[in-house]
């Protein structure tokens, strides 16, 4: 079944035809990442998908306490608020994770625990990258967390192996059309949902 096929009725009210607002999370904060690597090639192939607007929103950026605290000092809660209201305004969510030691990193599993009602009911898609794992294992621990937070996971990845190797100094991936390939078919998965629960929260709020 080709999923791609979204209505387009002009019957249908404004904010059920506004571009899908997807925020891609770029979960590594290491000194020397790659994962800005993997950012940019993800936020191209998405800017030429119709009916999507991006934001990305970085864990380095973020720099959110690892303490989860109801009073978090005021530069802290300025940092916070600032995260929390792009996520909250979000129908769907990309994460964007490497491998560190068969899961993923410490500072993404931060971004996530620091919220809950900002990923209720939304679908979250995944591109993972590391080493000989392609981020998989990172990707399917996240599956876990992200049920327990009420979100939808997205079934097809996008997976790099070896990462490093598959893209050249100027970040071009060296063998594009299988990659192309793997992100429209996330794409296409993660509108599907992304619309059809922004349709459903707007006509039910959803009661976790
Ligand atoms: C602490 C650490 C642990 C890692 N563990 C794994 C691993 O278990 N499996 C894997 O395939 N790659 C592993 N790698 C390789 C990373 O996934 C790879 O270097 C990736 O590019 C790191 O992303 P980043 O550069 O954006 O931080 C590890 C790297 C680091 C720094």
Redesign the pocket.
Same mark, same amino acid.
């Given at each position: 079944m080709d999923i791609t096929a979204v209505s387009t009725s002009s019957t249908l009210p404004a904010a059920e035809t506004a571009p899908l607002k997807v925020a891609v999370i770029l979960g590594?904060n %290491?000194d020397g %990442?790659?994962?800005p690597v993997v950012a940019d090639w993800f936020l191209a192939r998405a800017a030429k998908h119709p009916g999507i607007a991006t934001d990305l929103i970085d864990v380095a950026e973020a720099d959110l306490p690892t303490a989860i605290t109801f009073s978090p000092r005021p530069e802290e809660a300025a940092r916070l608020g600032a995260v929390s209201a792009r996520l909250a305004a979000a129908d769907a969510f990309v994460v964007l994770t490497?491998? *560190?030691?068969?899961s993923f990193p410490a500072p993404l599993k931060t971004l996530i625990d620091w919220h809950s009602a900002e990923w209720q009911a939304k679908p979250v898609a995944f591109v993972g *990258? @590391? @080493?000989?794992?392609g981020?998989l294992r990172a990707v399917e621990q996240l599956r876990q967390v992200f049920a327990e937070l009420h979100a939808v996971t997205v079934r097809d990845t996008v997976s790099f192996h070896n990462? @490093?190797a598959l893209f050249d100094d100027e970040g071009r991936h060296l063998d594009p059309e299988p990659a192309d390939a793997a992100a429209k078919t996330l794409l296409d998965q993660l509108v599907w949902w992304g619309t059809a629960l922004r349709d459903a929260r707007n006509l039910r709020p959803y009661g976790a």
């Open positions: 590594s %290491r %990442r790659f994962g490497p491998e *560190y030691n068969h *990258y @590391g @080493g000989i794992s981020g990462a @490093g």
